[in-house]
């Protein structure tokens, strides 16, 4: 099977899954926001042939989409003005000179959440999740590297992939891990928080992080 058949089953058993507690993408404004990805985020990143794939936690909430209707969520998945997406492009561009477009990227979760934006998810879930929808994506995708943003993210994947929960970030981003040919490395969530936290003490220290990453894995010519 070809990677777009494999990643059409996917998004079909995403679209046919009602998880406890959790909305679906089809289920806001009329359909608005369905789309042939298992990520709407996709939409604005889906070189299934990339060498860097990007993993986020999850894509939205109820209460944002019931709220929102703007055309660029619609046609690229995700916010030209949001803070996580700014810097996730910044850091991109200056550690790989690479666009958010050359790079696969999706959600880990791919169901919606009840509240707002910044409402959190059960750990169980994101590690189901995990094991059904990212993983495969992994797997199919095949990149050289996949950049986790956020511990919670990637202590889903470690958990999913039959490994322990690191206990806080410096050891999350020292604790690198293969899935088949894939390296998986964690970095601070993008946000406003994130990187606030990363970056106390030392403003860098977030490209410091990604620069290690890219070098470690013998990215640097790209």
Request: glycine share 8%.
């Amino acid at each position: 099977m070809s990677k777009e058949s494999k990643l059409e089953d996917l998004v079909k058993l995403r679209k046919a899954s009602r998880w406890e507690g959790y909305g679906c993408i089809g289920d806001y404004q009329n359909g608005l926001f369905e789309c042939n990805f298992v990520s709407p985020y996709t939409r604005g990143a889906k070189n299934l042939d990339a060498s860097v794939m990007v993993l986020l936690q999850d894509w939205s909430s109820d209460q944002a989409l019931r709220e929102r209707t703007d055309a660029e969520a619609i046609e690229l998945g995700h916010g030209l003005r949001v803070p996580t997406n700014i810097k996730l492009k910044e850091l991109l561009k200056k550690t790989f000179k690479l666009e958010l477009k050359d790079t696969y990227s999706t959600n880990l979760f791919p169901f919606i959440k009840q509240g707002r934006l910044t409402g959190p998810i059960r750990q169980s879930d994101l590690i189901r999740a995990a094991t059904m929808f990212a993983i495969p994506q992994i797997e199919i995708i095949k990149p050289r590297l996949v950049v986790c943003l956020g511990k919670k993210t990637f202590d889903a994947l470690r958990r999913a992939h039959g490994l322990d929960c690191t206990r806080k970030m410096d050891d999350a981003i020292a604790s690198p891990f293969d899935i088949n040919q894939s390296r998986i490395w964690c970095q601070a969530h993008t946000g406003v928080f994130g990187q606030i936290n990363r970056s106390r003490g030392n403003p860098s220290r977030t490209f410091e992080d990604w620069t290690h990453m890219r070098d470690s894995v013998g990215l640097g010519l790209i």
